[in-house]
Nanobody, 123 residues
C-alpha cells in the first residue's frame, strides 16, 4: 500500500489543523493506521492509531484529548484532527499502515509509511 499525507502547514498556538493520509489499493480496511511525528533533533514519536474498522483508537498521552484520529474506509483515507495546538507539536507527521494492534505501538508494527507532512505551530 502507498500512503500520501497532506494537510500540514503553519498554525498558531491554540489553533487547529487536519491532516489527511490517502492510501492506494483495495485493502485499506485491513490495515491498522497510525500517526507518528518527528521533531527536529528528536526521535520519531507515536501519536495515535486507529483500528481496522475505526471503532478503537489509541493516543499518546501528549496528544490525548487534543488530537482525534478517524478513518473513512470507503475513501481509503485516515485523518488526524489536531486541536489546541502547542508549539511542541511542531514536527513532521507521518502516517503508517500495519496489521497488528498492540497496547504499545513503537513503529515496528507498521510496514508502510507515507512521506510526511510538516506541521509548524507558532507561539
Amino acid at each position: 500500500v502507498q500512503l500520501q499525507a497532506s494537510g500540514g502547514g503553519l498554525a498558531q498556538a491554540g489553533g487547529s489543523l487536519r491532516l489527511s493520509c490517502a492510501a492506494s489499493g483495495r485493502t485499506f480496511g485491513s490495515y491498522v493506521m497510525g500517526w507518528f511525528r518527528q521533531a527536529p533533533g528528536k526521535e520519531r514519536e507515536f501519536v495515535g492509531a486507529i483500528s481496522w474498522g475505526g471503532r478503537t483508537t489509541y493516543y499518546a498521552d501528549s496528544v490525548k484529548g487534543r488530537f482525534t484520529i478517524s478513518r473513512d474506509n470507503a475513501k481509503n483515507t485516515v485523518y488526524l484532527q489536531m486541536n489546541s495546538l502547542k508549539p511542541e507539536d511542531t514536527a513532521v507527521y507521518y502516517c503508517a499502515a500495519g496489521t497488528t494492534w498492540t497496547p504499545a505501538f513503537t513503529g515496528r508494527q507498521f510496514a508502510y509509511w507515507g512521506q510526511g507532512t510538516l506541521v509548524t505551530v507558532s507561539s
